[in-house]
């Protein structure tokens, strides 16, 4: 596929999963209103509502005091700022986002903030030391693109939606158990209430796969709109190629967290991955990654 | 009664289409605009830079009055041009002019030395990456924008609002990295 196609498949197949994930919260309403009392419903429903929106504001503050991300010093950094400062004109954001530095060892970047024009960007000093200019250029592409394509947006929304169905699934679950529901009606009010409990262990499970299958969706086309940005998917070939001889874990980058990065900061130990496994992964392998630019811009990296 | 909730059925997608595309198409032009803003806004550096890299190298090679001329004349001839087109051409002659000032340059090793022209030789070149970055986002925003206003059903209402075609910002540069087709003579 060109970069085109693949920006646009990757958009499309952010709506499905979205769509996927809006059925499956209406449908643990349905069951719920059905299974057990509709006004508790109500009070779950605001419930989710109220962290939502408490979630959604303080979600950019806390990904820098947790990662240990410091502003970067110009005079320090001039090569960084150079180079972030270019990729923001060439992705045409409306300013140069805020430039992080995290000290580690660990080559890895992120964005985060909730608009392009509270979005910031940060690297780790062992991404400064590893990469050449070609390839810095294309990870900052990369995390740039994540801030244009209002990722950051999308997936603070995802994990908000994740942490609501977690939560009205256990406090359900709850009351539930204790007691409370309605029971009458015979065998047909008992499955129905089988159901209910079903519903309610299987939904987290599913919320969060949704979310990760999300957030794959979002590096392809980070990757594949960094790579329209600089004109140069052969350069962030280059660095992914780069982060995956790397097998250096981030330090402060928990799991929370973890989407946001170029690359998975937790690394698994490389070799087979099994295809259920891989349901788990934030972050596509680095392989298919690689093999995607590399169809897109015509060219063939070494193999690892 | 069935023919009159048809037609209004009609009138309303007909509506609906029309504003959608009106804002598509404003949407796409400012953010060629906005491209524009970038490119001038490097082309404007690099002008005022030009100055004083001239008065640098004079400093140490005051008789190659020849190129300094050539680059004084270029910029003002940058900064006359309007529209991307012009601007591009011009903008390749002072490009060529610059190239030939830093190659004169190397032959004074005092210069090469200096701490202020080196900073601006440094400036130079992180204008001149962000010129090439400014170029390819505008170039692209208006691909994009000229690719919607050309195509069916958006050209009758861009046609009707007054929607104009943009300009291309393209350098010689851009035509010489085409590569080359040629054949083995026989």
Known sequence: MTLQE???????????LLILFALLVGGLGAILGFAFNL????????IGFVYAIFSWLSAGKIVASVTGAKPADRAQYPRLYHVVETVAIAAGLPKTPPIYVIEDNAPNAFAAGRSPQTAYVAVTTGLLNLMSERELEGVLAHELSHI??????????????????????DF?????????????????????????????????????????????????????????????????????????????????????????????????????????????????????RIARLEEAGGFHLAPA | MIALIVLAAVAAVLLLFLVLTFNRLVRLRNEAKTGWANIDVQL????????????????????????????TQAR????????????AQADTVLG?????????????????????????????????????????????????Y???LQSFPAVIVARALGFQQREFFETEADARDAPAVSFPQP
């Open chain 1, 6 to 16: 693949q920006i646009r498949a990757n958009r499309w197949r952010t709506l499905w």
């Open chain 1, 39 to 46: 006004s508790l419903l109500i009070v779950v429903a605001i």
């Open chain 1, 148 to 169: 244009r394509n209002h990722d950051v947006r999308l997936m603070t929304l995802v994990a908000v939606l994740v942490g609501v169905v977690a939560l009205a699934s």
């Open chain 1, 172 to 288: 359900l679950l709850r009351i539930s158990i204790f007691g409370g529901g309605r029971r009458s009606g015979g065998n047909a009010g008992l499955i129905a209430f089988a159901l209910g409990l079903a519903a309610l262990v299987i939904a987290p499970i599913a919320a969060v796969l949704i979310q990760l299958a999300v957030s794959r969706r979002r590096e392809y086309l980070a990757d594949a709109s960094g790579a329209e940005i600089t004109g140069d998917g052969e350069g962030l070939a280059l660095a992914l190629r780069k982060l995956q001889l790397d097998t250096q874990e981030t330090k402060h980058a928990p799991r929370a967290v973890a989407h946001m990065f170029i690359e998975n900061p937790l690394n698994q130990a490389s070799g087979i991955q099994s295809s259920f496994r891989s349901l788990f992964d934030t972050h596509p392998p680095l392989e298919a």
């Open chain 2, 44 to 71: 404007r550096r690099r002008s005022d830079l030009v100055p004083n890299l001239v008065e640098a190298v004079k400093g140490y090679a005051a008789h190659e009055r020849e190129t300094f001329d050539s680059v």
């Open chain 2, 76 to 87: 003002a001839a940058a900064q006359q041009a309007s529209g991307p087109a012009a601007a």
């Open chain 2, 96 to 144: 060529g002019a610059l190239n030939r000032l830093l190659a004169v340059s190397e032959a004074y090793p005092q210069l090469r030395a200096s701490e202020n022209f080196l900073a601006l030789q440094q400036e130079l070149a992180d204008i001149e990456d962000k010129l090439a970055a400014a170029r390819r986002y505008y170039n692209q925003t208006v691909y994009r």
């Open chain 2, 146 to 148: 000229n690719t919607v």
